[in-house]
């Protein structure tokens, strides 16, 4: 049974940091052990907050976070997406959640999912290297000012995109296909797939359209001439100026996350597809 948890909360705000320790006391009356740091001794890693709290949170672990399972428990105002439970808001209310959520890991009525992240390196003209990595996607776009970036796209060293002009490219994991991606016109690929998705954004070029790419790939992307500069963030968390002639590297990550998410009717848990359509709205109206 997982019992050592690790509760992780980037959100700094009051609110969810209360809920943060209503939970955590909740869980030690339950006769869990509980950290807020991850270690060798963790079983289960648990971010509380919003979808980019999960992701600064699985940041935050480090080598830890294809070490241990990792789990989301929605606390905020967003959408939610990426968890597969919701806080309540009151102490009793959270009281009965950490019995049900005990009971589902008894019972082991829980799934264990692979989920594939984006690994890359930076090799800048100046020399400077960097390494990449992102759970959901590396988005390449222009700076401050309108004008638009120049990029030249290669897979496997044969060039896709000769001269991608536009507001940019995403290149997203499958988890990350329903984030930036989605909002730039690219599909959703199921998460547990290991594959890589190129999508330009606001491209000039029609022909110039997303790729869905098999697990083995490597991408490089070429900052060509332009006039503003093309800046390079790792799932909205980081960012990297970068400049004419850097070149960037992308391939699957080399180890996958696992991603525990209970199955128990008690948790009241939506798949993938009950999410896609009640929080993203396809398929029209329900």
């Not at 080598?63 to 789990?71: G, L, N, V």
Request: proline letters at 5%; hydrophobic letters at 35%; a positive charge.
């Amino acid at each position: 049974m997982f019992n050592n948890l690790c509760i992780i909360a980037p959100n700094q705000e009051k609110w969810v940091q209360d809920r943060k320790s209503l939970l955590i006391k909740s869980l030690l009356k339950a006769g869990f052990e509980i950290s807020e740091k991850p270690s060798s001794k963790t079983d289960l890693n648990l971010c509380v907050g919003g979808d980019g709290s999960l992701l600064a949170g699985i940041r935050s672990l480090g080598d830890f976070r294809t070490q241990k399972p990792i789990s989301g428990i929605h606390c905020s105002n967003g959408l939610g997406f990426l968890h597969p439970m919701v806080l309540p808001s009151t102490e009793e209310a959270i009281d009965q959640w950490v019995s049900k959520f005990k009971n589902t890991l008894k019972k082991d009525d829980y799934e264990l999912q692979k989920r594939w992240g984006l690994e890359g390196k930076i090799h800048a003209q100046n020399g400077q290297h960097e390494a990449l990595w992102a759970m959901n996607d590396l988005v390449f776009s222009k700076g401050r000012l309108s004008r638009m970036v120049k990029l030249r796209v290669s897979i496997d060293k044969t060039v896709l995109f000769d001269g991608l002009r536009g507001d940019g490219l995403i290149a997203a994991s499958a988890t990350g296909s329903t984030a930036y991606s989605f909002s730039a016109g690219g599909p959703v690929i199921a998460p547990e797939l290991s594959t890589i998705l190129l999508t330009p954004i606001c491209s000039h070029d029609i022909a110039q359209r997303p790729v869905v790419l098999g697990p083995d790939v490597e991408v490089e992307i070429e900052v060509l001439e332009g006039k503003g500069p093309c800046f390079l963030t790792e799932d909205g968390q980081s960012g990297y100026d970068l400049g004419l002639g850097d070149k960037i590297s992308v391939t699957r990550s080399k180890q996958p996350l696992t991603w525990w998410i209970p199955k128990s009717a008690e948790m009241k848990t939506k798949n993938h597809y009950e999410q896609l359509r009640h929080k993203l709205g396809i398929g029209g109206k329900i």
